[in-house]
């Protein structure tokens, strides 16, 4: 006798267990905290733009998500060496002139959910990015939803240990601050 065939579709029902609202939720966020606000776009050239923060005179480039390469940021180690999460940083702000990498990941976050193990990557990737592009000093740092501030202390304790900075979206001053950070380093 044979057995019927069962549905291998599988449901997740946790609570905050991703989904559509992920996206949404995440990308909103992403909307709210964006620094386009803060700058001059001066050239756009396919996937990034060049930029002067304001109150800067320093050059920037800018890109989002990667989604093109940017020509003089090709990574050093072949496609079977770079790390999973190491392809798309949500953002990235390059001083070309300093040779100063800016790697600036957003994550917001609302119910329950494995969120707090991605803050534990935050050495490897960094490190990792410096693999990829070697002629560049890398600044791997956050901007992170309130939600983190309880729910993963042991992982901001390990941040601040590691020197790598994070920034609250819902601080008033929080652009002026990412600004003041990426421009003087």
Same mark, same amino acid.
């Given at each position: 006798?044979?057995?019927?065939?069962?549905?291998?579709?599988?449901?997740?029902?946790?609570?905050?267990?991703?989904?559509?609202? /992920?996206?949404?939720?995440? *990308?909103?966020?992403?909307?709210?905290?964006?620094?386009?606000?803060? #700058?001059?776009? =001066?050239?756009?050239?396919? !996937? #990034?733009?060049?930029?002067?923060?304001?109150?800067?005179?320093?050059?920037?480039?800018?890109?989002?998500?990667?989604?093109? $390469?940017?020509?003089? *940021? /090709?990574?050093?180690?072949?496609?079977?060496?770079?790390?999973?999460?190491?392809? *798309?940083?949500?953002?990235?702000?390059?001083?070309? %002139?300093? @040779?100063?990498?800016? =790697? +600036?990941?957003? @994550?917001?976050?609302?119910?329950? !959910?494995?969120?707090? %193990?991605? *803050?534990?990557?935050?050495?490897?990737?960094?490190?990792?990015?410096?693999?990829?592009?070697?002629?560049?000093?890398?600044? #791997?740092?956050?901007?992170?939803?309130?939600?983190?501030?309880? @729910?993963?202390?042991? %992982?901001?304790?390990?941040?601040?240990?590691?020197?790598? $900075?994070? +920034?609250?979206?819902?601080?008033?001053? #929080?652009? @002026?601050?990412?600004? %003041?950070?990426?421009?003087?380093?």
């Amino acid at each position: 006798m044979s057995a019927s065939p069962k549905s291998s579709k599988t449901v997740n029902r946790g609570t905050g267990a991703g989904g559509a609202a /992920t996206n949404t939720n995440g *990308l909103s966020f992403e909307v709210a905290t964006d620094l386009a606000t803060e #700058y001059k776009t =001066i050239e756009t050239t396919g !996937g #990034y733009k060049k930029i002067i923060f304001n109150g800067s005179d320093s050059v920037f480039i800018t890109t989002k998500k990667a989604k093109q $390469r940017v020509p003089f *940021l /090709t990574p050093s180690r072949p496609k079977e060496l770079q790390a999973h999460g190491c392809k *798309l940083p949500d953002e990235c702000y390059i001083d070309q %002139e300093k @040779k100063v990498l800016f =790697i +600036f990941e957003k @994550k917001s976050q609302k119910g329950s !959910g494995s969120v707090c %193990e991605k *803050l534990q990557t935050a050495d490897f990737k960094r490190k990792h990015y410096s693999k990829l592009f070697p002629q560049y000093s890398v600044v #791997y740092f956050y901007c992170l939803s309130d939600w983190f501030r309880e @729910k993963c202390k042991a %992982e901001l304790e390990f941040l601040d240990e590691i020197g790598v $900075r994070v +920034f609250w979206g819902s601080d008033k001053e #929080y652009k @002026k601050k990412v600004v %003041e950070f990426i421009t003087g380093y």
